[in-house]
C-alpha cells in the first residue's frame, strides 16, 4: 500500500469521530450527584462521547474501556462494576457486542439502572457476525440513531430535562449533516480507493465514504 494511500484512510478513519477524544469528567460520582448531574457509564469512548454532546451539562460520563482495547472479552476488573453500581444511565454497544457487561450488571446490583442499548434502530444486524467486525459506531450514518437512543434513555432517566436533551440532539444532528457533505467532498476524489484494514471492521464507514476494501489483516476480529 502506497503511503499517500494510506495517509487517505487514516484521514477517512479520524473523521468520522464526530468530535475531539474527550476525557472521562474528573467530578467523583457523589459530587455529580450534588450538582444534579445524570451520571452515565458507557461501554467506550465513542458512545461517551454521544452522550456528553447530548446530555450536555447536565450529564458526568465514565467508559468502561478505552478506545484501544478489544471489546470481545476483555478483562473485567472491580473498578469496573464500581462504576455500573454508581450509575444511573448505562450506555452500551448493545447484546450482541458488549454481552461481558451482564457480568458487571449482576455483580453491581444496580436495580435503578436505566439501560440504553445504542445499536436500536442502526443498521448492525446486517453483519454476519456482530463479534466479527461490525463496528457500527464508526459510521456517522449511524451517529444521530444512537444520539437519539442516548436521548431517550437519559429522558426516561430525567423527564424534566427532556426539552434540553432534544435541543442537544437536534444541534448534535446539524453538526453530522454539515460534517458529512465536508467529508464527501474531500474524499470525492478517492472514490474506489483500495484499502486493508486490520480486521473486517470498516463496513459502516463504506456506507458513507468512497472507499473498496480489499483485505485484511487479521482472519478474525482480535485474532493474532
Known amino acids: ?115 440504553v442499548d445504542a445499536s436500536t434502530g442502526t443498521n448492525a444486524a446486517r453483519a454476519d457476525s456482530p463479534m466479527h467486525g461490525s463496528e457500527y459506531w464508526l459510521s456517522p450514518s449511524n451517529a444521530k440513531i444512537i444520539a437519539a437512543n442516548i436521548r431517550d434513555g437519559l429522558t426516561r432517566f430525567s423527564p424534566k430535562d427532556a426539552p434540553y436533551f432534544a435541543a442537544n440532539y437536534e444541534q448534535f444532528c446539524r453538526k453530522v449533516d454539515d460534517n458529512l457533505v465536508n467529508w464527501r467532498n474531500r474524499l470525492a476524489a478517492h472514490k474506489g480507493a483500495s484499502i486493508g484494514s486490520c480486521c473486517n471492521n470498516l463496513d459502516y464507514l463504506r456506507d458513507v465514504f468512497p472507499f473498496d476494501q480489499v483485505g485484511t489483516l487479521e482472519p478474525a476480529h482480535g485474532s493474532e
Do not use: F
Open 1 to 115: 500500500m502506497k503511503p499517500k494511500t494510506l495517509n487517505y484512510i487514516i484521514a477517512a478513519v479520524s473523521l468520522v469521530l464526530l468530535s475531539q477524544s474527550g476525557s472521562s469528567a474528573t467530578l467523583p460520582p457523589r459530587c455529580a450527584r450534588l450538582r444534579y448531574l445524570v451520571y452515565v457509564a458507557a461501554t467506550n469512548p465513542t458512545l461517551a462521547d454521544i452522550a456528553n454532546q447530548v446530555g450536555g451539562h447536565r450529564v458526568y460520563t465514565r467508559w468502561l474501556l478505552k478506545a484501544d482495547q478489544d471489546i470481545t472479552s476483555p478483562k473485567l476488573y472491580e473498578s469496573m462494576a464500581h462504576v455500573v453500581r454508581e450509575a444511573e444511565v448505562l450506555v452500551r454497544l448493545g447484546t450482541s457486542y458488549d454481552p461481558w457487561i451482564e457480568t458487571l450488571v449482576d455483580k453491581a446490583r444496580n436495580k435503578s439502572l436505566v439501560n
